[in-house]
């Protein structure tokens, strides 16, 4: 019955390494979110697809690559990890309208950590 | 400049006691969403209430209010009948324009609930 689930819920690798974290959906929403909390709790929008499509890309590095392979997943690719890519990643889902009640449900969070 | 502000880094009510924490945001936007979401200890993050900017009323949820004054730009949570299980991070948000735009959070405030 998990709304927005994301995989794995912890993951340590080494800097260097790439390593990718899914993002599922059952709320039959068409657009999706990737936000970074830092250490300090802040919440940061990465990225966000709609059906899809792109339509966020904030000035992340381009190690970070996202993947919607349709409108239920969204995955976050990152490549060559760095020490401060340690945080936790949210994948966030809504449903597009015109009006502003598009409320986001989160997913559980992906803390990375980077050694 | 911050378009969300919380001044309140943290915030200490006895059980059964009203606590308001404090929001206040920066648009120029007409058509913008204000949210709070809780985060728990466990890490997750979890809606808790909505207001849009053209609503008349203040929104409420269960113990949760939200007292929007939209001359002073403030959206502050109101929860009554603190709980124990209330203990947790709150994040005060806002989406700007239409559907499909990022929430943008404020730095979070600590409450911490005391029996």
């Known amino acids: 019955d998990t709304a927005v689930s994301q995989t794995p819920k912890y993951l340590v690798t080494q800097m260097g390494n790439d390593k990718s974290i899914k993002c599922e959906q059952n709320?039959?929403?068409?657009?999706m979110y990737w936000y970074k909390q830092d250490s300090k709790k802040f919440l940061k929008i990465m990225f966000s697809?709609?059906?899809?499509?792109?339509?966020i890309n904030e000035t992340v590095p381009n190690r970070f690559s996202p993947k919607s392979p349709d409108k239920a997943h969204l995955n976050l690719h990152i490549n060559s990890l760095e020490l401060g890519d340690s945080a936790v990643y949210f994948c966030?889902?809504?449903?597009?309208?015109?009006?502003?009640?598009?409320?986001?449900?989160f997913g559980p969070g992906t803390r990375l950590t980077v050694l | 400049a911050q378009k969300i502000t919380q001044t309140q880094p943290g915030m200490f009510v006895q059980e059964k006691e009203a606590v308001t924490l404090d929001c206040t945001y920066d648009?120029?936007?007409?058509?913008?969403?204000l949210f709070w979401y809780k985060q728990p200890s466990s890490g997750e993050m979890i809606f808790l209430i909505y207001?849009?900017?053209?609503?008349?009323q203040n929104a409420t949820e269960g113990r949760y209010s939200l007292n929007f004054q939209k001359a002073r730009k403030s959206a502050n949570l109101v929860i009554s009948a603190s709980q124990l299980g209330d203990s947790a991070m709150y994040f005060c948000?806002?989406?700007?324009?239409?559907?499909?735009?990022?929430?943008?959070f404020g730095k979070g405030t600590t409450l911490s609930v005391s029996s």
């Open positions: 966030a889902s809504s449903q597009m309208r015109l009006a502003a009640t598009d409320t986001q449900y």
């Open positions: 709320l039959g929403h068409d657009t």
């Open positions: 697809y709609n059906n899809k499509e792109l339509i």
């Open positions: 648009t120029s936007d007409p058509s913008y969403g």
């Open positions: 207001q849009g900017s053209y609503d008349q």
């Open positions: 948000a806002m989406r700007e324009g239409q559907a499909g735009t990022a929430l943008i």
